[in-house]
Every structure is written in structure tokens, then in C-alpha cells.
């Protein structure tokens, strides 16, 4: 062995224990400053944390300070998943985070996307430096972030996005423009031998100049990122694409401009693969971004159902005021039609409140005296005088919204098996590559170091991930495509990809299983009296009143086609019922007590009324003349399909389970026609999210479906929320999918679809490894000895692409799945 060959041995050894150290060394943790009686930290934001591992004191105030200098939705946000929070980091501007340290234990942090991460070390008092924790102790009490205000946050962060894929569209734009020319004559050449071809668009020059705009601008989003990556000791999508490309491109260069330093039969350029990988991959980020979109809209949705101002009465003067400046204590009059501002207790008056938008109920609530108002729901008819019990961020409303961002930051985002593979992949490429120039160098034939040069670039080639960049982003923009058809909107990729393992679906009765509207079941009625008769009277009498409970009857007997007599003396008695006078006759319409008090014996009515209400119905007691005349049944019916729809998740593996705050007999007896076996009875809104968290610490994939504003909460706590389109706003943004059609039966489709799409994707993976694992060592020269056989990086282009067909071909096949809903189990 020469000097020089035993100079460049030990230089590639060096290289590759420096390699391997720089990944999988250890990391010094940063200790907090003390300031003020506070461990004050600032973290660097720009493609990494900076420090990446910070050390504080347990039992003392931590205030991190998030420097983020850069801009894309993958740092938006970082998520204390062990301690429940997440914060928005607006680009270009200090943020500060806030907590106690009561435990010790190694917390850890990461962005909103999961692709860089660091970690929370909380040293036990006691304890010397240096010495961490290896188990995090029970979870800290959830930390104080101080920050803008959840409207701004969410404000900054849509126009960011907003930005981001301005910026991307524009990205993808110049690279397919000059991509194009240089693929079509380099495949045009390739396939059909072209003659004036490589004369005009075949020059390497020429795609030098295209296909460097594309390198340096369409790219630079991802150099940049896998540059700082690299930089902070890790690896991830874009440290592999980096590589790939930058070796790609540097090779191709240097045929170009000193096509002498390569032998002839080697000279050969990759500018068209460089193009490609770069536009594809942006093309994937942009389709990712705009699905991320529309995410900060729950938030501002629920702020803006809040009322603006409130008419307080102060020292018996009335004064409208902002809503802000209300405070505990302050007597509120609020007049029929208004929204209540704030959680209050009503001091006196009664009226029938609207509270759906809280509660996702469609009866009211009658409110009395000493009853409880809840903020930004609907008053009725009626006048109410209250007093202000929880205002601001004590309010029912803001306990929602908190709920929401702490469901969304305690969820564990899902490993992508290309992130996580990358890991190790990058470190193993760069030593198999360093391993096979330097084998080359030593023991290969002449020209030794051209041979040893081409053979570590056709390593890195033939190692450039694109068809592991996109074997997840086709199939999800196919099978996203597939579901949009279906009326299955689809969010993000992890909800398609978490929705396949799905063990356990919770429903929400009203308006999910049920229409969320009360309509005419039944009617009863006694002695000799005339259904039609007295179903067109009691519809007279309810025509001017504006419960919902009045408008099924009067919506009842237009569906019957009865003419209704024009009503006179029309009364409302609040919480009882009414009174008017048609075609001649009393009618009252309403409760027992009504009937009672004027002196209507009602004993004949009273069993029909006992029956309809074990069914889950509302009984309205009616009478003529001051005689009982009849039972009238209302109640919240079943959807048409939503029986079929539960009987499809039951084949396909999956238990049901029903949720609502309705009592337990109406509950029982909605989920006896559906065929759902347990029910959740009696659940306040604010414990909806408990519910689903208990489920899931019993083992299981929860997917959480809901239409109401009360549902927001459980739906960003499940494994996968899927909202019902018709119905709030709110709890579509919450949800990871969207059921356009309003029907329970998408739930069973997009399970279908997920584990479609995830099939697939497994496919796709094989195919974007399998070239990596049979090429990075041929390209090696792992069968040179054997067969005189070496791959060049010509032929590493080669499969280079041809996996990227394999996966484009296959993921295209995902578009021939059938949507239609299957008779038997499919897992």
C-alpha cells in the first residue's frame, strides 16, 4: 500500500467516525440564566432549536423565550405534547412561553409538524448539574404562554400561510416552466433518437443555464432547510433531497464546465432528474399547505359568536358597554333576540334561551330565576335580568377555546416512516459513500481516483430520495382526490393516515345520528275528537310563537296539508305554553301545568304522555274548551340513513358509541334504533373531551363525529374528528375531516379510503427502498469482484427514476378504488 492509499484510508475513516459522532454524539445541555428569580432561556427558531436540549431547576419559574427567524407553517407553532400546550410563533418575533417546573423529568418539545424536536431537562433540587433525568415525572400543571391573543395568533398565522403558498405556487411555477424543456429533449432524445434534438435543447450548457434558476430559487426552500438540519445534527426529508440534488447537480456540472476531470464514458448529466425532484417536491409541499390552511378558523369562529357589547345597569343608570369592560358582579339587562354576553345568573324575568351553539341541543332552555345563563347564546321571546359570574377568560366560551388548543397540542403527531428512516439513512448513505470512494481509490483499476469519484457520487445519486419524498405525498393527494369526490373533505395527511386504524367511532346524537331539529311524531287523542281537527288547532294556537317545539306542530300539520284557522287572543305563557282562541274553540297547548292551572283534569293524558316520553319523546299536552283533547309527541328524529351507516361500521370491525347531554331514556331509546349499544348519557359539553380521552386510555383509536360548537373540543381530542358539513362552522374547523353531505354514512367511506390510501402508501415505500437497498451497493461495487459489474451514475439515474415511476404508477392506481360502501369487513 502507497503513502497515498494508506493517507486516504485513514482520511475515510476519519471521515466516517466523524460522520457518525456528528449525528450520534453526545449533546450538552444548556443551562437556564437566572433573571429576576426567573430560569430565562432564549430558543433560536431557524430550522432547528438552538439550544436543542435546556436544562432548568425544578420549583423555580422558566420563561423560554422563542426566537423564531424564519418563516413556513413547519415552525408555526411549538407543541409541549407532556404538558398539554402549544403556542403560535409569529416569524420574526420573540415569543415567550412561561411555566413551573414542578417535576422533574425530561420534557420534551417540538414543532407543530413534528420534524425537529428538542428537550426539556427539569434537574430535581438536589441534584448536581449535569446529572438528567432519564423518566419524566408525572406531567407539570400546564404552563402560562404569553403571547398575543388567540384571535391575533391565528390572524398572523393564516397570513403566513396565506404567504407561504403564494410563495410556493410561485416556486413550483418557474421550476415547471424551465424543467419542461430540458425533460421533453432529454426523453424525446432517449425514446425516439431525435436528430435535431440534442442540436437545440441537448446542450449541457444550455440546461446548465436552465436548470440552475431552478437549483438555486425553486430549491432554496429545501436546501435551506436541510442545510440548517444538517447543521444542528440531525437529518431529515429535505437533508436527503439536499444531498441528492447538490450531488446530482455538482456532478453535472463538472462535466460541463471540465468534462476532462471525467472519464468519457462517464460524462453524462443529471439536470433533468435535478429539475424534476426539485418541482415534484414543491408541488407535494404546496398541496400539504393548502389543506393546512384553513386550520386557524375554529378559533376565530368561536371569538366572533361572542356579543360586542353588553347593557349593564350601574348606580339604576343602563349603559351599553364593550364587552370587555364587564366585570363580575355587573347587573345585565338583556332584551328579547339578544345574545347573552357573559355567564351570568338570572336575578329575574324568564324566557326560553337558545343555548344549540353551546350546548349542539335544539330544544331551549327556559331560564328563571335563579337559573344559569351561558355566554354567546341566544335569549327568546322573553326579557332576563342577570348577573355577571364569569367573564372574559373565565367563560364558558373561553373554556371552550382553551380546550380546543390544548386538545390539539396534547395529540400525538404521527412518525412519517420516511422522517424517521431518514434518521439513519443520511449518515449510512454518507458512510457508504466516503467507504466506496476510498475502496476504489486503494484497490480499484485505473484511473483509480476518477473511478473512486464516480462511484461515490453514483452512491449519492441513486440514494436521492425522491421516490421516498413522494411516496406518501401521491397517494394522500390521490386518495384526498377520491374522498372530495365522495363528499369527504380530508384535512392532512396524518388524519388520512391515523384514520385507518380507527377501533372505536363516538357519535353525537343531535344533529349527527338525529336531524338536530324537533319534528311531529305522534298524536293522540281522547273521546271523540278528530285528529286532523285537533292537530290544525294546535297548530293555530302555536303559528305566532317562536319555540321550536310550536314550529314542529305548525311545520306537522303543513306536511298533512290541513288548512290552519287564523288564530285570536293569543297568549305565551313562558315555560308553560299557549293560549289563543280558532275557529271558535279555547286552545291551550303545552305542559301538565298549563292544562292544571286552568283547571283541566288531566289524568286521561297523562299515560300516552308517560309512553311517549319513555320513547325519548316530548309530550305537549293539548285541550279544547277546557277539555283534554289530546297528546302531542315531538321529538328529534332519527336521520334516514344513520341506521345503515352504524351497521357499516359494525362490518367493518368497528364499535359505536353514542355521546350527548340529552337524559339517559331519550339517549337509550335514539341508540336502540340505530343498533348502538353504549351510550354516553348526560354529558356536559366541557367533559365531552374526557369522555373521548377516557376511551383511549382504555387502548383504543378513537374518531370522534359531531356538529356542534360543544363538539370542538372532542373532536380535536380524537384520534381522527370527523364533522358533520351541516353543521357548525366550528366544529369543521376543529375536525381533521369534514362530511359535506351531513351523512354519518362518510364515516364508514373515509375509513375505507384510509386504509386504501395506507395499503398504498406501504406499496409506494417498497418501491422508493427497495432501489436504495439492491442500488446503493451495486453502486458501491459490491458485485465488481464478483461479475465485473459496476453501476454507474448514468445507470444510478436510471433507477433513480424509475422507482420515482414505480411510485407514481402505483399511487395512481389508488385511483381506481371504489368508494362504494362494501357488504363485508374490510381490514
Same mark, same amino acid.
Given at each position: 500500500?502507497?503513502?497515498?492509499?494508506?493517507?486516504?484510508?485513514?482520511?475515510?475513516?476519519?471521515?466516517?467516525?466523524?460522520?457518525?459522532?456528528?449525528?450520534?454524539?453526545?449533546?450538552?445541555?444548556?443551562?437556564?440564566?437566572?433573571?429576576?428569580?426567573?430560569?430565562?432561556?432564549?430558543?433560536?427558531?431557524?430550522?432547528?432549536?438552538?439550544?436543542?436540549?435546556?436544562?432548568?431547576?425544578?420549583?423555580?419559574?422558566?420563561?423560554?423565550?422563542?426566537? @423564531?427567524? =424564519?418563516?413556513? $407553517?413547519? /415552525?408555526? +407553532? %411549538? #407543541?409541549?405534547?407532556?404538558?398539554?400546550?402549544?403556542?403560535? &410563533?409569529? *416569524?420574526?418575533?420573540?415569543?415567550?412561553?412561561?411555566?413551573?417546573?414542578?417535576?422533574?423529568?425530561?420534557?420534551?418539545?417540538?414543532?407543530?409538524?413534528?420534524?425537529?424536536?428538542?428537550?426539556?431537562?427539569?434537574?430535581?433540587?438536589?441534584?448536581?448539574?449535569?446529572?438528567?433525568?432519564?423518566?419524566?415525572?408525572?406531567?407539570?400543571?400546564?404552563?402560562?404562554?404569553?403571547?398575543?391573543?388567540?384571535?391575533?395568533?391565528?390572524?398572523?398565522?393564516?397570513?403566513?400561510? @396565506?404567504? =407561504?403558498?403564494? $410563495?410556493? /405556487?410561485? +416556486? %413550483? #411555477?418557474?421550476?415547471?416552466?424551465?424543467?419542461?424543456?430540458? &425533460?421533453? *429533449?432529454?426523453?424525446?432524445?432517449?425514446?425516439?433518437?431525435?436528430?435535431?434534438?440534442?442540436?437545440?435543447?441537448?446542450?449541457?450548457?444550455?440546461?446548465?443555464?436552465?436548470?440552475?434558476?431552478?437549483?438555486?430559487?425553486?430549491?432554496?426552500?429545501?436546501?435551506?432547510?436541510?442545510?440548517?438540519?444538517?447543521?444542528?445534527?440531525?437529518?431529515?426529508?429535505?437533508?436527503?433531497?439536499?444531498?441528492?440534488?447538490?450531488?446530482?447537480?455538482?456532478?453535472?456540472?463538472?462535466?460541463?464546465?471540465?468534462?476532462?476531470?471525467?472519464?468519457?464514458?462517464?460524462?453524462?448529466?443529471?439536470?433533468?432528474?435535478?429539475?424534476?425532484?426539485?418541482?415534484?417536491?414543491?408541488?407535494?409541499?404546496?398541496?400539504?399547505?393548502?389543506?393546512?390552511?384553513?386550520?386557524?378558523?375554529?378559533?376565530?369562529?368561536?371569538?366572533?359568536?361572542?356579543?360586542?357589547?353588553?347593557?349593564?345597569?350601574?348606580?339604576?343608570?343602563?349603559?351599553?358597554?364593550?364587552?370587555?369592560?364587564?366585570?363580575?358582579?355587573?347587573?345585565?339587562?338583556?332584551?328579547?333576540?339578544?345574545?347573552?354576553?357573559?355567564?351570568?345568573?338570572?336575578?329575574?324575568?324568564?324566557?326560553?334561551?337558545?343555548?344549540?351553539?353551546?350546548?349542539?341541543?335544539?330544544?331551549?332552555?327556559?331560564?328563571?330565576?335563579?337559573?344559569?345563563?351561558?355566554?354567546?347564546?341566544?335569549?327568546?321571546?322573553?326579557?332576563?335580568?342577570?348577573?355577571?359570574?364569569?367573564?372574559?377568560?373565565?367563560?364558558?366560551?373561553?373554556?371552550?377555546?382553551?380546550?380546543?388548543?390544548?386538545?390539539?397540542?396534547?395529540?400525538?403527531?404521527?412518525?412519517?416512516?420516511?422522517?424517521?428512516?431518514?434518521?439513519?439513512?443520511?449518515?449510512?448513505?454518507?458512510?457508504?459513500?466516503?467507504?466506496?470512494?476510498?475502496?476504489?481509490?486503494?484497490?480499484?483499476?485505473?484511473?483509480?481516483?476518477?473511478?473512486?469519484?464516480?462511484?461515490?457520487?453514483?452512491?449519492?445519486?441513486?440514494?436521492?430520495?425522491?421516490?421516498?419524498?413522494?411516496?406518501?405525498?401521491?397517494?394522500?393527494?390521490?386518495?384526498?382526490?377520491?374522498?372530495?369526490?365522495?363528499?369527504?373533505?380530508?384535512?392532512?395527511?396524518?388524519?388520512?393516515?391515523?384514520?385507518?386504524?380507527?377501533?372505536?367511532?363516538?357519535?353525537?346524537?343531535?344533529?349527527?345520528?338525529?336531524?338536530?331539529?324537533?319534528?311531529?311524531?305522534?298524536?293522540?287523542?281522547?273521546?271523540?275528537?278528530?285528529?286532523?281537527?285537533?292537530?290544525?288547532?294546535?297548530?293555530?294556537?302555536?303559528?305566532?310563537?317562536?319555540?321550536?317545539?310550536?314550529?314542529?306542530?305548525?311545520?306537522?300539520?303543513?306536511?298533512?296539508?290541513?288548512?290552519?284557522?287564523?288564530?285570536?287572543?293569543?297568549?305565551?305563557?313562558?315555560?308553560?305554553?299557549?293560549?289563543?282562541?280558532?275557529?271558535?274553540?279555547?286552545?291551550?297547548?303545552?305542559?301538565?301545568?298549563?292544562?292544571?292551572?286552568?283547571?283541566?283534569?288531566?289524568?286521561?293524558?297523562?299515560?300516552?304522555?308517560?309512553?311517549?316520553?319513555?320513547?325519548?319523546?316530548?309530550?305537549?299536552?293539548?285541550?279544547?274548551?277546557?277539555?283534554?283533547?289530546?297528546?302531542?309527541?315531538?321529538?328529534?328524529?332519527?336521520?334516514?340513513?344513520?341506521?345503515?351507516?352504524?351497521?357499516?361500521?359494525?362490518?367493518?370491525?368497528?364499535?359505536?358509541?353514542?355521546?350527548?347531554?340529552?337524559?339517559?331514556?331519550?339517549?337509550?331509546?335514539?341508540?336502540?334504533?340505530?343498533?348502538?349499544?353504549?351510550?354516553?348519557?348526560?354529558?356536559?359539553?366541557?367533559?365531552?373531551?374526557?369522555?373521548?380521552?377516557?376511551?383511549?386510555?382504555?387502548?383504543?383509536?378513537?374518531?370522534?363525529?359531531?356538529?356542534?360548537?360543544?363538539?370542538?373540543?372532542?373532536?380535536?381530542?380524537?384520534?381522527?374528528?370527523?364533522?358533520?358539513?351541516?353543521?357548525?362552522?366550528?366544529?369543521?374547523?376543529?375536525?381533521?375531516?369534514?362530511?359535506?353531505?351531513?351523512?354519518?354514512?362518510?364515516?364508514?367511506?373515509?375509513?375505507?379510503?384510509?386504509?386504501?390510501?395506507?395499503?398504498?402508501?406501504?406499496?409506494?415505500?417498497?418501491?422508493?427502498?427497495?432501489?436504495?437497498?439492491?442500488?446503493?451497493?451495486?453502486?458501491?461495487?459490491?458485485?465488481?469482484?464478483?461479475?465485473?459489474?459496476?453501476?454507474?451514475?448514468?445507470?444510478?439515474?436510471?433507477?433513480?427514476?424509475?422507482?420515482?415511476?414505480?411510485?407514481?404508477?402505483?399511487?395512481?392506481?389508488?385511483?381506481?378504488?371504489?368508494?362504494?360502501?362494501?357488504?363485508?369487513?374490510?381490514?
Amino acid at each position: 500500500m502507497s503513502v497515498v492509499d494508506l493517507v486516504v484510508l485513514v482520511a475515510a475513516l476519519a471521515a466516517v467516525g466523524a460522520v457518525v459522532w456528528y449525528f450520534f454524539g453526545p449533546r450538552n445541555a444548556h443551562s437556564a440564566e437566572f433573571v429576576g428569580g426567573v430560569q430565562r432561556v432564549e430558543v433560536t427558531v431557524r430550522g432547528g432549536y438552538r439550544p436543542e436540549t435546556i436544562q432548568v431547576r425544578q420549583n423555580t419559574p422558566v420563561e423560554l423565550v422563542f426566537n @423564531r427567524q =424564519e418563516e413556513g $407553517d413547519c /415552525t408555526s +407553532r %411549538v #407543541v409541549f405534547a407532556d404538558l398539554g400546550v402549544t403556542a403560535a &410563533l409569529p *416569524a420574526f418575533t420573540r415569543t415567550s412561553v412561561r411555566l413551573m417546573p414542578t417535576r422533574a423529568g425530561t420534557f420534551g418539545f417540538a414543532c407543530g409538524m413534528n420534524m425537529i424536536h428538542g428537550k426539556l431537562v427539569v434537574v430535581p433540587d438536589g441534584q448536581a448539574d449535569g446529572e438528567v433525568p432519564t423518566r419524566a415525572g408525572p406531567a407539570a400543571p400546564a404552563p402560562v404562554v404569553t403571547s398575543a391573543g388567540a384571535a391575533e395568533e391565528e390572524a398572523a398565522q393564516a397570513a403566513e400561510r @396565506r404567504a =407561504e403558498i403564494k $410563495d410556493l /405556487t410561485r +416556486r %413550483v #411555477v418557474v421550476g415547471a416552466v424551465l424543467t419542461m424543456p430540458v &425533460l421533453f *429533449a432529454v426523453m424525446t432524445s432517449e425514446l425516439f433518437h431525435v436528430g435535431w434534438m440534442p442540436a437545440v435543447l441537448l446542450d449541457q450548457r444550455l440546461q446548465l443555464a436552465l436548470i440552475t434558476p431552478v437549483m438555486v430559487y425553486v430549491g432554496w426552500p429545501i436546501h435551506r432547510s436541510g442545510w440548517l438540519t444538517l447543521a444542528h445534527r440531525n437529518a431529515d426529508m429535505n437533508s436527503l433531497i439536499t444531498l441528492g440534488t447538490v450531488a446530482a447537480y455538482g456532478y453535472s456540472l463538472i462535466v460541463t464546465l471540465a468534462p476532462g476531470a471525467i472519464p468519457s464514458e462517464a460524462q453524462e448529466v443529471y439536470f433533468e432528474a435535478v429539475g424534476v425532484i426539485l418541482t415534484l417536491i414543491l408541488l407535494g409541499r404546496l398541496f400539504e399547505a393548502r389543506a393546512k390552511a384553513g386550520t386557524g378558523e375554529a378559533i376565530r369562529d368561536l371569538l366572533g359568536m361572542q356579543a360586542r357589547t353588553a347593557h349593564v345597569i350601574r348606580d339604576g343608570v343602563e349603559a351599553e358597554i364593550p364587552l370587555e369592560e364587564v366585570v363580575v358582579g355587573d347587573e345585565i339587562l338583556i332584551r328579547p333576540g339578544e345574545k347573552i354576553p357573559v355567564d351570568a345568573t338570572v336575578l329575574s324575568g324568564g324566557s326560553a334561551v337558545d343555548e344549540s351553539m353551546v350546548t349542539g341541543e335544539p330544544m331551549p332552555a327556559t331560564k328563571r330565576s335563579g337559573d344559569t345563563v351561558i355566554g354567546a347564546t341566544l335569549n327568546g321571546t322573553g326579557s332576563l335580568r342577570v348577573r355577571a359570574a364569569k367573564v372574559g377568560a373565565d367563560t364558558m366560551l373561553a373554556q371552550i377555546i382553551r380546550l380546543v388548543q390544548a386538545a390539539q397540542a396534547s395529540r400525538a403527531p404521527i412518525q412519517r416512516l420516511a422522517d424517521a428512516a431518514s434518521a439513519y439513512f443520511v449518515p449510512a448513505v454518507i458512510v457508504i459513500a466516503i467507504i466506496a470512494f476510498a475502496a476504489w481509490f486503494i484497490a480499484g483499476p485505473p484511473p483509480a481516483a476518477t473511478n473512486a469519484l464516480v462511484s461515490g457520487v453514483a452512491v449519492l445519486i441513486i440514494a436521492c430520495p425522491c421516490a421516498l419524498g413522494l411516496a406518501t405525498p401521491l397517494s394522500i393527494m390521490v386518495g384526498t382526490g377520491k374522498g372530495a369526490k365522495a363528499g369527504i373533505l380530508i384535512r392532512s395527511a396524518e388524519a388520512l393516515e391515523t384514520a385507518h386504524k380507527l377501533d372505536t367511532v363516538v357519535l353525537d346524537k343531535t344533529g349527527t345520528i338525529t336531524r338536530g331539529a324537533p319534528a311531529l311524531t305522534d298524536l293522540h287523542v281522547t273521546g271523540d275528537h278528530d285528529e286532523q281537527e285537533l292537530l290544525a288547532l294546535a297548530a293555530a294556537a302555536e303559528t305566532d310563537s317562536e319555540h321550536p317545539l310550536a314550529a314542529a306542530i305548525v311545520a306537522g300539520a303543513r306536511r298533512q296539508d290541513l288548512t290552519v284557522p287564523p288564530a285570536a287572543n293569543f297568549t305565551s305563557i313562558t315555560g308553560k305554553g299557549v293560549r289563543a282562541t280558532a275557529a271558535g274553540h279555547t286552545v291551550l297547548v303545552g305542559t301538565r301545568t298549563l292544562l292544571a292551572e286552568a283547571g283541566i283534569d288531566t289524568n286521561e293524558l297523562d299515560r300516552p304522555a308517560a309512553a311517549f316520553a319513555k320513547q325519548g319523546k316530548t309530550a305537549i299536552l293539548a285541550a279544547l274548551d277546557g277539555r283534554p283533547a289530546g297528546v302531542l309527541a315531538v321529538a328529534d328524529t332519527v336521520k334516514d340513513d344513520s341506521a345503515a351507516a352504524i351497521t357499516a361500521l359494525h362490518r367493518l370491525g368497528i364499535e359505536t358509541v353514542m355521546i350527548t347531554g340529552d337524559n339517559a331514556r331519550t339517549a337509550t331509546a335514539i341508540a336502540g334504533q340505530v343498533g348502538i349499544s353504549r351510550v354516553l348519557a348526560e354529558v356536559l359539553p366541557e367533559h365531552k373531551a374526557d369522555e373521548i380521552r377516557h376511551l383511549q386510555t382504555e387502548g383504543r383509536r378513537v374518531g370522534m363525529v359531531g356538529d356542534g360548537i360543544n363538539d370542538a373540543p372532542a373532536l380535536a381530542a380524537a384520534d381522527v374528528g370527523l364533522a358533520i358539513g351541516t353543521g357548525t362552522d366550528v366544529a369543521i374547523e376543529s375536525a381533521d375531516i369534514t362530511l359535506i353531505s351531513g351523512s354519518v354514512s362518510g364515516v364508514s367511506t373515509a375509513i375505507r379510503l384510509s386504509r386504501a390510501t395506507m395499503r398504498n402508501i406501504r406499496q409506494n415505500l417498497f418501491f422508493a427502498l427497495i432501489y436504495n437497498a439492491v442500488g446503493v451497493p451495486i453502486a458501491a461495487g459490491a458485485l465488481y469482484p464478483v461479475l465485473g459489474l459496476r453501476l454507474s451514475p448514468i445507470l444510478a439515474a436510471a433507477a433513480m427514476a424509475l422507482s420515482s415511476l414505480s411510485v407514481v404508477g402505483n399511487a395512481n392506481r389508488l385511483r381506481r378504488h371504489r368508494i362504494a360502501q362494501s357488504k363485508a369487513p374490510d381490514r
